[in-house]
């Protein structure tokens, strides 16, 4: 099957068909299938492994957003999230995307960042002195502890020496030493915390200074994912009301944060989906929106002629081996489905979902506004919240659609209210 046969009206199947078309594609065993339909991971004892106290596990929905093209490659992306119209709106804005554009994406550094804290330098100069010259030293050192990713072809690359004030009135300087290291395909943060924490003895005898202590940085400007949209013959009303929007987004705070919620939707959901830290993301990317001292939009969107042209400049540390991404049979199921190679091209694709949906957002909110196409989809969960039954759903969710588009609103009232209804029409005329 070809991906233009498989993409062929798949948002309008039902789950039966659109397993089906997962296995014809090759994306999903029928065991995948079968796991997937007995809801997952059902195994408390892999939750034991994971977390502490465990008395469960909870439960988020898994879908595919489709048409996406990412250099030249198509993907299928699995996304676990809860919020109606993330996938659905990935996916449309990724086929408007497909006919008329391209998406592209480049990663802009290897390393991340293990921090060590001088908190108080007793004998600033000479310390400096003295970790300049045992560089090499210390690199050998750390990178003794981390033979395997060493063989792999990873490990300590450099080690920059940072002065800060410590503002606390004092003339005192706090010392913070930045080790860099290449994690080849892991996320890499229990690695470059062990290299750290291995240092810190070695770091106080050439020294003579005290460690305070050692941790990764989340802030990764060292290892950035770099994604571009282009969009051609934009209609140019819709391109002028996105590069508006974004605009609006870049010089206020206020709405940069719900912006970069926006982004965020997109890229959480395929990092929860392969088992990726996405509040290590989350945190890297929020402090890089702010690096000139401002919070901005993390996505810029901007007409060059009749083009639109998008870009989204991230620290996005993921991993394709290592952590949860190993363990959990969904993450390593996810993986599968996307077919990935590399860390890179991972952040490639995480990057990639949050750069579309923020598209997707922009152009709904400059033009139609994401009510009405929202709450379409939210009727299924007002019916639910209203307590239908399954059989239920339909009827209330079709009348709540109805009436949707007649005033434009609906409530969780209104659901109870057309459920009330649909039942005392099935007494009336039980099927
Ligand atoms: C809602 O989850 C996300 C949006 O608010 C993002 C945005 O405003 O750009 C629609």
Redesign the pocket.
């Known amino acids: 099957m070809s991906m233009d046969e498989f993409l062929k009206g798949f948002s309008k199947l039902n789950r039966q068909e659109r397993y089906q078309r997962l296995i014809d594609m090759g994306i999903l065993s029928k065991s995948e299938v079968q796991y997937l339909k007995s809801g997952g991971v059902q195994d408390l004892s892999l939750a034991e492994h994971l977390v502490e106290n465990v008395v469960g596990f909870f439960q988020l929905p898994m879908g595919v957003a489709t048409n996406f093209r990412i250099n030249d490659k198509d993907y299928i992306i699995p996304m676990a999230v809860e919020?109606t119209s993330?996938i659905a709106a990935a996916s449309k804005t990724a086929k408007w995307i497909r006919q008329k554009g391209r998406i592209s994406t480049r990663c802009l550094g290897k390393n991340i960042i293990g921090q060590i804290q001088i908190a108080k330098v007793k004998n600033l100069e000479q310390s400096l002195a003295l970790l300049d010259k045992n560089k090499e030293h210390l690199l050998a050192v750390g990178n003794s502890v981390l033979a395997n990713l060493v063989k792999r072809g990873g490990g300590l690359r450099d080690i920059v020496i940072r002065v800060l004030d410590r503002e606390d009135g004092s003339s005192e300087k706090m010392l913070v030493l930045h080790v860099h290291c290449d994690p080849c395909e892991a996320m890499g943060a229990n690695m470059i915390n062990q290299a750290c924490e291995a240092l810190k003895p070695h770091i106080e005898n050439i020294t003579g200074e005290t460690v305070n202590m050692c941790i990764l940085s989340n802030l990764v400007d060292t290892k950035l994912t770099e994604i571009k949209v282009e969009i051609d013959d934009i209609d140019p009303e819709i391109g002028k009301g996105i590069e508006e929007a974004s605009r609006f987004?870049w010089v206020d705070p206020y709405r940069a944060t719900?912006?970069n919620?926006?982004v965020l939707?997109g890229m959480d959901a395929v990092l929860i989906a392969t088992g990726n830290d996405w509040r290590a993301v989350e945190s890297g990317v929020h402090a890089y929106a702010v690096k000139d001292g401002k919070y901005r939009s993390i996505t810029r969107w901007q007409m060059q002629g009749n083009q639109l042209v998008g870009t989204l400049v991230a620290p996005i540390v993921v991993g394709t081996v290592g952590g949860v991404t190993k363990i959990h049979p969904t993450a390593q199921m996810s993986l599968k489905m996307l077919g990935v190679n590399s860390a890179e091209e991972l952040s490639g694709i995480v990057g990639a979902v949050g750069l579309v949906q923020?598209l997707g957002?922009?152009k709904?909110?400059s033009t139609v506004g994401?009510v009405n196409g929202h709450m379409k989809l939210h009727a299924a969960n007002l019916a639910i919240a209203a307590g239908a039954k399954p059989h239920e759903l339909l009827p209330v969710q079709i009348d709540l659609q109805n009436l949707l588009e007649k005033v434009k609103r609906i409530t969780l009232d209104d659901a109870k209210n057309i459920l009330l209804r649909v039942r005392k029409e099935h007494e009336v005329n039980p099927r």
Do not use: H, M, S, W
């Open positions: 919020e993330i987004a719900t912006n919620k926006g939707n923020n957002a922009l709904a909110l994401i």
